[in-house]
């Protein structure tokens, strides 16, 4: 044990994370990312960062969240001690073996991670090892009761409770901007909590920050819900299934979203916020998540057998997700296809089709068209400006501007073309490029940043039009995109070379 001087680092890094001296650390007999037992009037386990100098000898640097907990002074010295990995570490381990667990594993591998116990590495072999070898459907259906369990849950006094989710994959998937007012619009509460961008370049929350505030307990989400019918807001700032972000601010990084994460992280937001009647977007094609439709009807199985286990009534839909959704991918962007809808009922027809098919089938499960209208009343809702009265009501109550119009919206003041390099017709179209190049503009963090599409899969184009326009925020993230663009054209045309090749020493 070690008596070491307080010294407080004011930054937040959403763990209990400590710095200590790397004379201190060796002799107390720690490694970076172990933990050590800061005692005080309270017991406090935090995880090891080691520096050379930003930390004498004698001291130890407490991150902002361990300051909140044992609300220490600078002057003062805590006790440190080495302390034992969690439990969960071994269960980490199980998983990475490909042995099973049980539901008290689960249980307590979720606890931790909502407690903040597991450092970064230890959550990536997790999510690494489930990629590698799924979870089953029971360990499944823990994994999502343990998430909604350890979270808060929203309880309605009417029936029935309305939501919507997409596994992603497909990009500018910007659909619940229209879902969400069409449905609550004929009178049914849709409480719809999004995630951020995971694989792609900007996430249902990503876009309604846009236009409102995002960030709500679970209180204010009922009680907004229950005033305007409906919400879009983001699931990591609730605690409502609080693991969940968690888990999807390692994937991020991976670009992975393994099969049991996505049906426990979905599936325990809706339960949370105590959703009866759910669609389920399964976007499906070349560079999604699902590759075809055989693969896409196990996964919509998966999701209707885990509603069950719930007791939520799930339908799912396949959708055409080989080429992206409308013409715009990346928040700004995708917002302003959206508003332009809502408003003028212009725009493209995949955006407005997918959107009324999906709203459509809300509306008959909710029980306001009859089976088979659900389609026509969405676009009727659409086309007599009660889905945009019932955004821009959404909008107020979250705190936004609801005369916000699609020309208000800021796009990245840089912008670079793509040009068509022959005659020809688009054969290829690749969606994981395309969200490559808008994430290296700078998206979803750059709201501005992003991708407008101007040829789709199957249209005509002439050598030198504009296949796509990059927008950046910033020249250099511009420069990157551009450059990364032309080096690997995210499309083919029909004809078209793909590389000179004169001397095999170019040849990588
Ligand atoms: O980044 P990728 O993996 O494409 O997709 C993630 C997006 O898909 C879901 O969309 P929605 O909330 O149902 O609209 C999530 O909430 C998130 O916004
Ligand atoms: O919310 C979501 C959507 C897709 N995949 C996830 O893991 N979570």
């Known amino acids: 044990m070690m008596q070491l001087k307080v010294q407080p680092i004011d930054i937040k890094v959403g763990k209990y994370k400590v710095v ?50 044992l609300k220490k ?25 490909g042995k099973r667990l049980d539901r008290d594993e689960i249980y307590e591998l979720v606890k931790d ?38 979270g808060e849950r929203i309880e309605f006094a009417t029936t029935p409770i309305m939501d919507k989710h997409s596994i992603g994959g497909v990009p500018g998937n910007k659909i619940s901007l229209l879902i969400v007012p069409i449905v609550a619009a004929n009178g049914l509460l849709i409480p719809k909590t999004s995630s951020r961008a995971i694989t792609g370049a900007g996430g249902t929350a990503d876009l309604m920050e846009i236009l409102a505030p995002v960030e709500f307990t679970a209180q204010q989400i009922k009680e907004m819900t229950e005033k305007v019918g409906g919400v879009i807001v983001w699931g990591g700032a609730t605690n409502i299934a609080p693991a969940d972000d968690k888990l999807i601010r390692i994937e991020y990084p991976l670009s992975i979203d393994p099969h049991c994460q996505l049906l426990a992280s979905i599936m325990a937001k809706k339960g949370a916020v105590g959703a009866q009647k759910v669609v389920m977007d399964i976007p499906t094609g070349a560079g999604t998540k699902i590759p075809d439709v055989k693969t896409g009807r196990k996964l919509a199985r998966d999701l209707i057998n885990l509603g069950d286990r719930l007791g939520m009534d799930v339908d799912c839909a396949l959708t055409y997700g080989a080429s992206p959704v409308g013409r715009t991918v990346g928040p700004a962007l995708e917002v302003i296809e959206a508003l332009q809808v809502l408003e003028t009922m212009e725009g493209p027809n995949s ?18 068209a009859a089976k088979g209208q659900g389609h026509d009343l969405a676009i009727e809702t659409l086309k007599n400006g009660k889905a945009f009265a019932k955004l821009k009501e959404i909008i107020e109550i979250q705190g936004g501007d609801p005369n916000v119009t699609y020309r208000d919206i800021k796009v990245g003041q840089y912008t670079a073309e793509l040009k068509a390099p022959t005659n020809g017709y688009v054969l290829e179209f690749h969606n994981k490029r395309i969200v490559q190049i808008a994430r290296l503009a700078g998206a979803p963090n750059d ?11 199957g249209e005509e184009v002439k050598a030198g039009q ?6 950046a925020e910033k020249e250099d993230k511009l420069a990157d995109a551009i450059k990364n663009a032309r080096e690997d054209l995210p499309i083919v045309v029909e004809g078209m070379l793909l590389e000179k090749v004169a001397d095999i020493t170019e040849l990588k």
Request: a negative charge; charged letters at 30%.
């Open 351 to 368: 955006l407005i089709e997918k959107s009324a098919a999906l709203a459509g089938m809300l509306l008959e499960m909710g029980g306001v």
């Open 447 to 457: 709201k501005g940043a992003g991708v407008r599409i101007h040829k789709k899969r």
């Open 20 to 69: 200590m001296n790397t004379i201190d650390a060796k002799e107390l007999g720690v490694n970076e990312g172990d933990r050590v037992r800061i005692k005080d009037h309270r017991v406090l386990t935090a995880i090891v960062d080691f520096t050379e100098d930003m930390i004498a000898p004698g001291m130890i640097g407490l991150y902002h969240e361990v300051q909140e907990q």
């Open 113 to 150: 991670i909502v407690e903040e116990n597991l450092n970064d590495i230890e959550l990536a072999a997790f999510l690494t090892a489930t990629y590698i070898k799924d979870l089953s459907e029971d360990e499944t259906e823990w994994l999502t009761k343990a998430m909604i369990d350890t």
């Open 466 to 471: 504009p296949v796509l326009t990059i927008y």
């Open 73 to 97: 002074e600078w002057t003062e010295t805590v006790e440190v001690e080495p302390a034992d990995k969690p439990k969960s570490t071994r269960i980490i381990r199980k998983v990475m073996d």
